[in-house]
């Protein structure tokens, strides 16, 4: 059965009184993963309310009982790899193994200058990375005591208690055709988050993929795969302007496009627009592709009859897809 899940883009005037109401109706309609991306605000103006991630997190844990959930692109610049391991073993195990750790390199630099964060140029950035990832899995299976020396980041004897389930929680790390975080993803992802692209390039990285689990020998069946796409619904035919208008505002250069040139070229850029009908066809393709389960992000935070309408009209079918 293939899975249908929303990623909430946290800076995007995120707060409490709609991180809540979301919550609710996203376990109500039967969506299977609720994620949460981490900024700590947009680059530029508008700045809009960013609900921070892990209290947010904990709520999700303590007031809902079946979807899955957790981070998706979390930078590991905000905090020390310790903490990211123990922290996201205490969530788990409060939610009874549902939560799920996603992880990325970080922001912008201008942001992470202006929030006094580490800034690594070049390769500098991947390696942390890896090394920040390595010391995260590190703690989350080793069953011993772990110790590490690295470059960034040193252990003697180190270990989080409680322990968490064996296995848990899964470890989520994102790449997109570029490809350059690949040979990490094969040595400790348990899923490849594909960022938006056509499945024809999904394809292709896939196989890269494939090559680098093998080095890492691991078999392709070992890894999870999801894919994230930005999300352009139309609730039926009538309201279809209306997301090309948004569809609009967000690819400028397409003023001039008609309707149908509009949807196509959304298309090019990896995301997805249309009724339900089309976004199920275009879901049905990413399947085809093996996606295991495809993440819309939800930019609409007030739109709670979106919601419903995309888990009336669109969530039985992707149920009803074979992965």
Known sequence: MAELGILIIGQSGLNWVRWKRLCTAIEVLGFDVLLRSETLRDPAPPHEDALELWSSLMYV?????RVRFGSLYSPVVYRHPVWVAKMAAAVDALSQGRFILGL????????????????????????????????????????EPVTLVGRYYKLHDAFI??????????????????????????????????LGMLPGD?????????????????????????????LYFAKSE?????????????????????????????RSKGALIGTPD???AQIAELVASGVHRVILEWHE???????????????????????
Do not use: C
Request: no cysteine; glycine share 6%.
């Open 104 to 143: 990325g390199y970080g922001e912008d630099p201008a942001t992470q200058q202006r929030y006094a964060l580490p800034t690594y140029a070049g390769t500098q950035r991947l390696d942390h990375f890896e090394e920040a990832v390595a010391t995260i899995h590190a703690l989350l299976r080793s069953p």
């Open 202 to 230: 999904y394809r292709m990285v896939r196989h890269k993929l494939n090559g680098h689990l093998a080095a890492a020998d691991r078999a392709p069946e070992a890894m999870h795969y999801s894919f994230t796409a930005r």
């Open 238 to 266: 009538s309201s279809l302007m209306r997301a090309l208008d948004r569809a609009r505002r967000d690819f400028p250069e397409s003023s001039t496009l008609t309707p149908g040139e509009l949807m196509t070229y959304v």
């Open 278 to 280: 089309q976004i199920v």
């Open 61 to 65: 844990a303590t007031q809902t009982r």
């Open 161 to 194: 208690q409680p322990r968490p389930a064996p296995g848990s929680p899964p470890l989520v790390l994102s790449d997109g055709v570029g490809g350059d975080a690949l040979p990490i993803l094969a040595r400790y992802a348990d899923e490849w988050n594909a």
């Open 301 to 323: 935070l007030d739109d709670i009859s979106g919601l419903e309408a995309l888990g009336q009209k669109v969530l039985h079918q992707v149920h009803a897809m074979p992965s």
